[in-house]
């Protein structure tokens, strides 16, 4: 059975510093899906990433994958308080004729003055 | 077209109503999707429609009734529900259902509240 750990579950920041929110799944995969979720709101596809190595970044967001760790990783760069939310990992789980994605439990995150 | 459209934006419904929960997409995307969101939670898979078709039904009860009229429409038709019913229901679609690009893309949701 696939499951996606994420970590921190709560991260509250002041703005300008940076971290990394973390998303460990425990089967192989090779795609993995960053979304961004405000109070209230729906899911806002943020990241896709396809293959090993792959990296994206936008803004002061920048995503990774590394398949043989099982390991995504997203980064924030000196943090504004526009981007306070909860961030989602997914993997994809492939079944016979369709898949679905496997969620971590979502990282929120608080990004104070 | 690049969104998914869900009516209503809220919805209050007694136990004993019927309502229905409707969601769009132009985008030509063959497989579609039921998920139903409590607050601080992720999303949970409820049903998977590929090409019309219901592919996966993630044990939910049958007070919940999915429906697909044509690739574009996807339906949830609600019946008897409790108040642990209430929650974000969000819809959501993909191009293809086993392809190599597995982006969902979601709806802005329903907020229905179960009284």
């Known amino acids: 059975e696939l499951k996606v750990e994420q970590n921190p579950l709560f991260l509250s920041m002041q703005e300008g510093k940076n971290y990394t929110i973390y998303c460990n799944y425990s089967?192989?995969?090779?795609?993995l899906y960053w979304y961004r979720q405000d109070p209230g709101k729906s899911l806002e596809s943020l990241f896709v990433l396809l293959s090993n190595g792959a990296v994206k970044q936008e803004g002061r967001l920048m995503a990774s994958l590394d398949t043989k760790a099982r390991l995504s990783t997203l980064h924030i760069t000196a943090a504004v308080h526009d981007l306070s939310a909860t961030y989602f990992c997914?993997?994809?789980?492939?079944?016979?004729?369709?898949?679905?994605?496997?969620w971590g439990a979502g990282t929120k995150l608080i990004i104070k003055p | 077209d690049t969104e998914v459209t869900q009516t209503p934006k809220h919805l209050v419904m007694g136990m004993t109503n019927k309502k229905s929960l409707k969601c769009e997409q132009h985008?030509?995307?063959?497989?579609m999707y039921w998920y139903k969101q409590k607050a601080k939670k992720p999303p949970e898979l409820m049903f998977v429609y590929s090409y019309e078709k219901l592919s996966i039904n993630e044990s939910v009860p049958s007070r919940f009734s999915p429906e697909c009229p044509n690739s574009s429409l996807l339906n949830l038709h609600l019946h008897a529900l409790q108040p642990e019913d209430s929650a974000l229901y969000l819809c959501?679609?993909?191009?293809?259902?086993?392809?190599?690009?597995?982006?969902?893309?979601f709806g802005p949701g329903t907020r229905l509240t179960v009284t």
């Open positions: 985008m030509g995307h063959r497989a």
């Open positions: 089967t192989t995969s090779d795609r």
């Open positions: 997914a993997v994809d789980m492939r079944g016979d004729s369709n898949y679905q994605l496997i």
């Open positions: 959501a679609s993909s191009p293809h259902p086993s392809g190599k690009l597995g982006e969902q893309y």
